[in-house]
């Protein structure tokens, strides 16, 4: 049975990923920052805050005590819609240390793990938004960017151990968090990308579990749904 670690399983996408995976036999751990109400024999909640070091330390232990760690999910992230003029240095830092930091402590402590057990598969999500150089989000593509950079390095130094890193981008997904957002946003990015009618929550998660389980995934790639 193999074994997944997923970020921000509390709703969105991250939920929708848990529960496809855990239809097909995962078992699955998931890690928020708050209780969550995703309740199944084979799945695993943990409090914790991805930004905290040590947090996400011991909890990749407590996992870990169980048995191998198959796959892990950076997923947990957040967004900001600011003209660069006008973003606050408070809301850069706050993204960079979500976005970047939360994978950077997550991929590190896992891959600890997967480079003792001789393999695993890291999936980091990235956004369109970093291809496309959106305006109106240079603080969270910069955090993003930085997540594909890491993910290419870290390909590299891991692919020895027999663990693949890849990097998996998505457009506008819609959720509870998009629909805030006003749709003649979405409408451009979604065009921009050839997917005008824009990408549902198991859309998104048809794309992330068809490249977890394409056994030729390249490790070190970045690849995004949509057309560019």
């Given at each position: 049975?193999?074994?997944?670690l997923?970020?921000?399983?509390?709703?969105?996408?991250?939920?929708?990923?848990?529960?496809?995976?855990?239809?097909?036999?995962?078992t699955?751990?998931?890690?928020?920052?708050?209780?969550?109400?995703?309740?199944?024999?084979?799945?695993?909640?943990?409090?914790?805050?991805?930004?905290?070091?040590?947090?996400?330390?011991?909890?990749?232990?407590?996992?870990?005590?169980?048995?191998?760690?198959?796959?892990?999910?950076?997923?947990?992230?957040?967004a900001?819609?600011?003209?660069?003029?006008?973003?606050?240095?408070?809301?850069?830092?706050?993204?960079?240390?979500?976005?970047?930091?939360?994978?950077?402590?997550?991929?590190?402590?896992?891959?600890?793990?997967?480079?003792?057990?001789?393999?695993?598969?890291v999936?980091?999500?990235?956004?369109?938004?970093?291809?496309?150089?959106?305006?109106g989000?240079?603080?969270?593509?910069?955090?993003?960017?930085?997540?594909?950079?890491?993910?290419?390095?870290?390909a590299?130094?891991?692919?020895?151990?027999?663990?693949?890193?890849?990097?998996?981008?998505?457009?506008?997904?819609?959720?509870?968090?998009t629909?805030?957002?006003?749709?003649?946003?979405?409408?451009?990015?979604?065009?921009?990308?050839?997917?005008?009618?824009?990408t549902?929550?198991?859309?998104?998660?048809d794309?992330?579990?068809?490249?977890?389980?394409?056994?030729?995934l390249?490790?070190?790639?970045?690849?995004y749904?949509?057309?560019?």
């Open positions: 049975m193999s074994t997944a997923i970020t921000g399983t509390s709703q969105g996408v991250g939920r929708a990923l848990a529960e496809r995976l855990l239809a097909e036999g995962w699955v751990h998931g890690f928020a920052r708050g209780e969550q109400t995703l309740t199944h024999d084979r799945f695993h909640n943990h409090v914790v805050d991805v930004t905290d070091e040590a947090a996400v330390r011991a909890a990749v232990a407590v996992v870990a005590e169980a048995g191998r760690i198959d796959l892990l999910v950076n997923n947990a992230g957040g900001a819609l600011n003209a660069f003029l006008l973003t606050p240095g408070s809301v850069a830092e706050s993204l960079m240390r979500v976005n970047y930091l939360g994978t950077f402590h997550c991929l590190q402590a896992v891959g600890k793990v997967m480079v003792r057990q001789r393999g695993g598969l999936v980091n999500l990235t956004t369109v938004a970093v291809p496309l150089s959106l305006e989000e240079a603080a969270y593509v910069a955090s993003k960017a930085a997540v594909e950079a890491l993910t290419k390095v870290a590299k130094e891991l692919a020895p151990q027999g663990v693949r890193v890849v990097a998996l981008g998505l457009g506008p997904v819609d959720t509870r968090l629909r805030a957002v006003p749709h003649a946003s979405l409408a451009k990015i979604n065009a921009a990308i050839g997917r005008p009618q824009g549902t929550l198991a859309q998104a998660v794309f992330i579990l068809s490249r977890i389980h394409d056994v030729e390249k490790s070190g790639g970045v690849e749904l949509g057309e560019f």
